[in-house]
């Protein structure tokens, strides 16, 4: 079944939590195809199966039934050891709090992830975290503290640490959910960026304006997709930034 084309392939995905007399069905046959170079945006309730799909395609959990291919890798197969393996090499997280060492530079926060691979040396190591950086436009902000940022430039810095690995995929949980509107849209401009450079990124939000910055849209309610479909005119974040139009067209109300 496995497709060295698809990053992500799934068939019959389903997950059950048991919790002794009671039994959580929180996916149910999930097949889902995303191809390199995507901007998914992956939506739905609480409880809706989304985070628990997240977990999966991120090796943070593992199905109850189906099949998972990861870049042409059978996720289902794999040792622990493994598994931690793939999530350094294949997949960047970026998470809705930043997640950054308080008391490190943006430098060193991004330079992290490269510490667990045994086949570089130290300028190689400098060279791709400067890389990184300077893809999210922070080249000269590299040796500030989280505290000297502000939080968009903070997520910025957690975009960088995701890309520094040169994954197959990056997988943002609510990327936007700490950020102002006029912030998040810049955000969702370095994703579209990112994007346009062939890095494919799936981001779980519950906000339809930010949704609407994706390629494709995949909804999850009650365990199941119950909508996956393209976005034939994607909204265009450097415009909206440059005009102004996401205020004057409600972007701005979101609470």
């Known amino acids: 079944m496995s497709d060295e084309h698809a990053v992500i392939l799934t068939a019959g995905i389903g997950k059950i939590y048991d919790s002794g007399e009671v039994q959580v069905e929180a996916l149910k046959g999930i097949d889902m195809r995303i191809e390199p170079g ?4 992956i939506m739905g309730a609480s409880g809706s199966g989304k985070s628990t799909m997240l977990n999966i395609l991120g090796c943070l959990d593992h199905s ?3 099949d998972y291919y990861l870049d042409g ?3 289902n197969e ?3 050891d ?3 393996d793939i999530r350094n090499r294949k997949i960047g997280f970026i998470f809705q709090g930043f997640n950054l ?4 530079s943006a430098f060193e926060n991004v330079e992290l992830p490269l510490l667990y691979s045994r086949h570089l040396e130290g300028e190689d190591l400098a060279a791709l975290t400067r890389q990184a950086l300077e893809r999210v436009g922070l080249a000269d902000r590299m040796h500030h503290f989280p505290n000297q940022l502000s939080g968009g430039q903070q997520q910025r810095v957690a975009i960088a640490r995701a890309l520094v690995n040169q994954p197959a995929m990056v997988l943002a949980d609510e990327p936007t959910g700490n950020l102002d509107t006029r912030t998040s849209i810049e955000i969702m401009a370095t994703f579209q960026k990112l994007n ?4 494919t990124i799936i981001m779980v939000t519950h906000e339809h304006d930010i949704a609407d910055y994706c ?5 999850f309610r009650d365990g199941r997709i119950v909508r996956d479909q393209q976005v034939t005119q994607p909204r265009h974040a450097d415009r909206d930034l440059e005009s102004g139009h996401w205020q004057a067209s409600g972007l701005g109300e979101r609470p």
Do not use: D, M, N, Y
Not at 196 to 199: D, E, S, T, V, Y
Not at 215 to 219: D, G, P, Q, S, T
């Open 64 to 66: 109850s039934s189906g």
């Open 82 to 84: 493994q598994l931690a």
């Open 196 to 199: 346009r450079q062939g890095i």
């Open 73 to 75: 890798i059978h996720v």
């Open 78 to 80: 794999l040792v622990p």
């Open 101 to 104: 060492l308080s008391r490190t």
């Open 38 to 41: 995507e901007l998914v945006a």
């Open 215 to 219: 390629k494709r849209i995949i909804e």
